[in-house]
């Protein structure tokens, strides 16, 4: 606790994100020297989801390090794969871009993950568009669109995700699940690569936030009224 308010790894975990994605994008793009950019997107996507940072973090033995309240002990899930992003944050402004991609490719990568084998594994794009909405505030939703049977008597399911009730993307598969990830894969391609989408995005958000905090402000005048 500082100023009677309480320390906490938020600021770092924001910076320990942005540069891990930075560090792992260098590593893949080296290491697959004549892998297309789809390829490259999936790597990088394997190795910084939360599950695979969870592991690496408790590989690592920081579970036995960190300090946590009631309130964030409820979502352990997270935590330790937020505070493996908070320490490569805090190496980063330490010791530079240099340094922290060392601690990553030869602490982490090199000596807990074996990188043909992570190739192998698929994406869950679902669960990864989810935790991307949730880490930046901003709203993802699966909508059902369709649903009808084929010509060889197979259900077919057509799902389209939406951000602020802008379609994304869509997928088709013949169980809801499926047709969900071929939605979400499309939908991040789009969030990492679409530049004006992205922008797009970014503006509603604003909007969003200044329509609260508008509302916030007309509550507060109307209480004080009453008085």
């Known amino acids: 606790m500082k100023d009677g308010r309480w320390i906490n790894n938020e600021r770092l975990e924001f910076l320990g994100d942005a540069i891990l994605d930075a560090i792992v994008a260098d590593i893949v793009f080296k290491e697959f020297e004549y892998k297309k950019e789809g390829f490259l997107t999936n790597m990088r996507s394997k190795i910084v989801q939360r599950e695979t940072l969870n592991k690496l973090a408790l590989d690592l033995g920081l579970d036995r390090l960190i300090k946590s309240s ?55 794009f679902k669960s990864r568009l989810i935790e991307w909405g949730q880490k930046h505030k901003i709203p993802v939703e699966f909508r059902l669109i369709e ?32 047709s969900q990830q071929k939605a979400a894969e499309a939908t991040y391609q789009k969030v990492n690569f679409d530049k004006d989408f992205m922008k797009e995005i970014l503006i509603l958000k604003e909007k969003e936030l200044q329509l609260r905090e508008d509302n916030q402000e007309e509550n507060i005048t109307d209480s004080e009224a009453k008085e």
């Open 70 to 124: 009631a309130k964030t002990a409820n979502h352990k899930t997270h935590m330790y794969g937020n505070a493996l992003e908070a320490l490569i944050g805090a190496i980063y402004l330490d010791q530079g871009y240099r340094v922290a991609k060392r601690f990553v490719h030869e602490r982490l990568i090199q000596a807990y993950l074996n990188i043909e084998s992570v190739a192998q594994q698929e994406v869950n």
């Open 147 to 178: 649903s009808f049977v084929d010509d060889n008597n197979n259900p077919v399911f057509v799902t389209t995700i939406y951000i602020y009730d802008i379609e994304c993307g869509t997928g088709k598969g013949f169980s809801k699940k499926e």
